[in-house]
């Protein structure tokens, strides 16, 4: 059985009035911490550090691809995240002038469903969301679950509308 994992973090965020530039320092112990345990337990491991929202969705399909129907799949996110208006979203390190720019928060972030579709049919995925889960005041009063197939475990840092600590 193939057992991969792919671990991204985001603690260097670009500067802007949304996210300090300094403010996750211990998210690289975080994805560390990660990496020796899944690979103690036999998970090949592929680790990228201060994301950006370009290399995340090909490094996905990238990690994806061949996959066996009984793979396991870990997917491991340390960093800021959010969601707005029923949809769930991680923040990679370029997010805030992404945002800025575009005006669009789909467009600067990482929509978890795209994380998932990637996966489809490919095994089992766990999905580890070490990150906020707050709105920016954007979403109007949605909750914003996650909802997936049979064949999709998600383990969140925090609780709906929390930062975490």
Do not use: W
Not at 114 to 122: L, P, Q, V
């Amino acid at each position: 059985m193939k057992k991969n994992a792919i671990l991204f973090s985001a603690s260097n965020y670009e500067k802007s009035s949304l996210i300090r530039a300094d403010d996750l320092p211990g998210v690289k112990y975080d994805i560390q911490a990660i990496n020796k345990r899944l690979t103690q337990i036999g998970f090949d491991v592929n680790q990228i550090e201060d994301v950006s929202k370009a290399q995340f969705i090909p490094a996905l399909e990238n990690n994806a691809s061949n996959s066996p129907s009984d793979a396991i799949h870990i997917v491991y996110f340390s960093g800021h995240g959010g969601h707005t208006n029923g949809n769930n979203y991680i923040y990679p390190i370029d997010f805030s002038p992404l945002l800025n720019n575009s005006r669009n928060l789909e467009a600067s972030a990482v929509d978890i469903s795209d994380i998932i579709s990637i996966y489809e049919g490919k095994g089992r995925l766990i999905l580890i969301l070490d990150a906020c889960r707050s709105d920016f005041g954007l979403s109007k009063g949605y909750f914003s679950e996650i909802t997936a197939s049979e064949d999709v475990y998600i383990a969140y840092g925090t609780q709906f509308q929390c930062q975490s600590i």
